[in-house]
């Protein structure tokens, strides 16, 4: 996949709306690629989950351990595990490819070396993720 699509599928996400071209690049280059098979576990329930992860291609499914909560399809540009991105998370899905798929995994170790050295890149993400608490809670308030 080339740079510019990644850089698309980043630039489209939530959590890093407002990020240059410069910088889109910069974070891109932290996601390392994957290729997986159908049906392969991507995500397993309850493990330490050491990142997020961008679906580039393909189409996945969280499947949810709690069998009152409905699986989710996860496709071309879902960022799943967000969270991990700053403190070690376990979910209660697994996650696997409903067909052959790739993923960009984001290290939260990279993640976190990657915005201490370019600080305006986290400034920019903390606004984003103030921006959409702000919003969730203004909803939960009226």
Not at 40 to 67: C, F, M, N, T, V
Not at 81 to 97: A, R, T, V, W
């Amino acid at each position: 996949m080339s740079n510019s699509i990644l850089n698309k599928l980043l630039s489209a996400l939530p959590i890093f709306h407002n990020l240059d071209y410069d910088e889109l690049r910069i974070l891109a280059f932290i996601g390392k690629r994957q290729e997986h098979k159908s049906n392969l576990p991507i995500y397993e329930a309850y493990s330490q989950s050491e990142g997020a992860i961008l679906l580039s291609a393909g189409r996945a499914i969280l499947h949810y351990k709690d069998r009152h909560r409905l699986d989710v399809a996860a496709r071309r540009g879902m960022l799943m595990n967000e969270l991990s991105l700053f403190m070690p998370k376990q979910y209660d899905y697994d996650i696997s490819g409903l067909e052959m798929i790739t993923t960009y995994h984001f290290g939260r170790e990279d993640f976190i070396r990657l915005i201490e050295e370019f600080p305006e890149i986290g400034r920019k993400i903390q606004y984003n993720i103030a921006q959409r608490l702000a919003a969730s809670l203004s909803v939960v308030g009226n």
